[in-house]
């Protein structure tokens, strides 16, 4: 059985600091990693996407990615009150036919 | 993602009724797929299709079925509902072609309560 794991939170961040939001996977194979918001109610909306070893930058977030130890993080810079939502892990498995979700963590920004 | 619609949004049944949920789309997506979501697991997979005639199951798919009617439209049906079966259901379609890994477009939901 193919697993994204994360802790489930709640994370609760101060505004202005930076939240960091962790996730391992068990397929090895996995060549695609992608991190996605959703806000109570709505759908899972994409906001990273990161392929290389390495970090990925695109505004406040940065992804990173460590295949040797298959792991891959988000953190988000200057945390504001409107990034409180759950974020989801989700990797492309070695197949390439599915996405794999985790179960999210939760994150809270107290002003 | 307005270009992926369910139908309908809400709704509530009973135990033993036949349910049908809907999804259309134009974003001229190949692969469709049915994800569950219920509090605490994440998304998991029901079903997907990577063309009309291709139907797959995934990994929680007893209890439900599926048929591809054309590219655009992919439906979900419970054929006899039960409460475990009350959840948020996402509809999401995907390109292989698309850069970034080809991510999935979601619908807005559809969320069903099984009485």
């Known amino acids: 059985q193919k697993e994204v794991e994360q802790n489930s939170g709640p994370l609760s961040v101060p505004e202005g600091a930076i939240a960091s939001l962790n996730c391992t996977y068990s397929?090895?194979?996995?060549?695609?990693f992608f991190w996605y918001r959703q806000y109570s109610g709505k759908s899972p909306e994409l906001i990273m996407f990161?392929?290389?070893?390495g970090d990925k930058e695109d505004g406040r977030f940065t992804a990173q990615l460590n295949k040797a130890s298959q792991y891959v993080s988000l953190l988000i810079r200057d945390s504001q009150p409107s990034d409180s939502a759950t974020y989801l892990c989700a990797v492309r498995d070695s197949s390439a036919s599915k996405i794999i979700f985790g179960s999210g963590t939760r994150l809270s920004i107290r002003p | 993602d307005a270009d992926v619609t369910q139908t309908p949004r809400n709704r509530i049944t009973k135990t033993g009724k036949r349910i049908m949920l809907e999804c259309s789309q134009t974003?001229?997506?190949?692969?469709m797929y049915w994800y569950r979501q219920d509090p605490g697991l994440g998304l998991r997979l029901i079903y997907y299709?990577?063309?009309?005639?291709?139907?797959n199951k995934g990994e929680i798919s007893d209890g439900y079925s599926v048929s591809r009617q054309a590219q655009a439209k992919f439906s979900l049906s419970l054929e006899s509902a039960i409460p475990n079966q009350t959840a948020l259901y996402f509809c999401a379609t995907s390109d292989p072609s698309e850069g970034g890994g080809q991510p999935q477009h979601f619908g807005d939901g559809t969320r069903l309560s099984i009485l």
């Open positions: 974003k001229g997506h190949d692969r």
């Open positions: 397929d090895r194979g996995s060549q695609s």
């Open positions: 299709s990577f063309d009309v005639k291709d139907i």
């Open positions: 990161i392929y290389s070893n």
